[in-house]
């Protein structure tokens, strides 16, 4: 079970990339183990593979996965909708932890002209994203360090100390860390379902510093939402 839950979060970190022998190498698998724990997958629908061998979630997966994305959006829209509010109408994006990605499920677009947006259905990477690092935070150490070791030394070793002064404040940041020109700050948490939640707001830099005690503020104030326990 552990072995395909591995395998499942390979793939979901890049769908569509990885061949049987590139899973192999990555979990430390011999290549008839890693053969017949795809071939289970891919026949109960959980994975899908290319006319390149190439794999991807499965559509009986992905169904599950938007469902239950569809059930948190709707649970954290009012909570989103108060922060987008309160930044005075900047960019609010509502995101859960798949693998190794932060899947964007709900969105408040900005009322600025100049604005971030991303789409719902993307997906983020964990280390230079202030949604990903907060999910990092929000976990428990075993798989906070499990997350970290996909990365090289040198990354794990800054993630290690952002995630301490994450745990400490509450609040993650990206200052033109994943786009230039584009800062953000988020808070994560454990919710429905045992998901690891992310509320984030991305702006322009310039703008992002000139209200970046407001948007913190608006976070706090989101951390305490009764959505967090529904």
Same mark, same amino acid.
């Given at each position: 079970?552990?072995?395909?839950?591995?395998?499942?979060?390979?793939?979901?970190?890049?769908?569509?990339?990885?061949?049987?022998?590139?899973l192999?190498?990555?979990?430390?698998?011999?290549?008839?183990?890693? @053969?017949?724990?795809?071939?289970?997958?891919?026949?109960?629908?959980?994975?899908?593979?290319?006319?390149?061998?190439?794999?991807?979630?499965?559509?009986r997966?992905? @169904?599950?996965?938007?469902?239950?994305?569809?059930? *948190?959006?709707?649970?954290?829209?009012?909570?989103?909708?108060?922060?987008?509010?309160?930044?005075?109408?900047?960019?609010?994006d509502?995101?859960?932890?798949?693998?190794?990605?932060?899947?964007?499920?709900?969105? *408040?677009?900005?009322?600025?002209?100049?604005? #971030?947006?991303?789409?719902i259905?993307?997906?983020?990477?964990?280390?230079?994203?202030?949604?990903?690092? #907060?999910?990092l935070?929000?976990?428990?150490?075993?798989?906070?360090?499990?997350?970290?070791?996909?990365?090289?030394?040198?990354?794990?070793?800054?993630?290690?100390?952002?995630?301490a002064?994450?745990?400490?404040?509450?609040?993650?940041f990206? @200052?033109?860390?994943?786009?230039?020109?584009?800062?953000?700050a988020?808070?994560a948490?454990?919710?429905?379902?045992?998901?690891?939640?992310?509320?984030?707001?991305?702006?322009?830099?310039?703008?992002?510093?000139?209200?970046?005690?407001?948007?913190?503020s608006?976070?706090?104030?989101?951390?305490?939402?009764?959505?967090?326990?529904?």
């Amino acid at each position: 079970m552990r072995r395909a839950a591995a395998v499942l979060d390979e793939i979901a970190a890049e769908p569509g990339r990885l061949r049987l022998v590139d899973l192999g190498e990555r979990l430390g698998l011999a290549k008839s183990t890693t @053969r017949r724990l795809l071939v289970g997958l891919v026949e109960v629908g959980l994975v899908g593979v290319d006319s390149r061998g190439r794999f991807s979630l499965g559509e009986r997966l992905l @169904r599950f996965g938007t469902a239950s994305g569809a059930h *948190i959006a709707a649970i954290f829209r009012p909570t989103i909708e108060r922060v987008a509010r309160a930044t005075e109408g900047e960019t609010v994006d509502l995101s859960i932890l798949r693998g190794r990605r932060m899947l964007f499920i709900d969105q *408040i677009e900005s009322s600025h002209r100049l604005r #971030a947006v991303s789409a719902i259905g993307v997906r983020f990477p964990l280390d230079c994203t202030a949604n990903g690092k #907060a999910a990092l935070a929000a976990l428990d150490d075993a798989n906070a360090e499990a997350a970290l070791a996909r990365f090289d030394a040198e990354v794990a070793d800054r993630l290690r100390h952002e995630i301490a002064e994450i745990r400490r404040t509450g609040i993650a940041f990206d @200052r033109d860390e994943h786009t230039l020109g584009v800062s953000a700050a988020a808070i994560a948490r454990r919710a429905t379902g045992d998901n690891v939640v992310a509320i984030s707001v991305p702006t322009p830099t310039e703008r992002f510093l000139e209200k970046e005690q407001r948007i913190v503020s608006a976070l706090r104030a989101a951390a305490g939402s009764p959505a967090w326990t529904r």
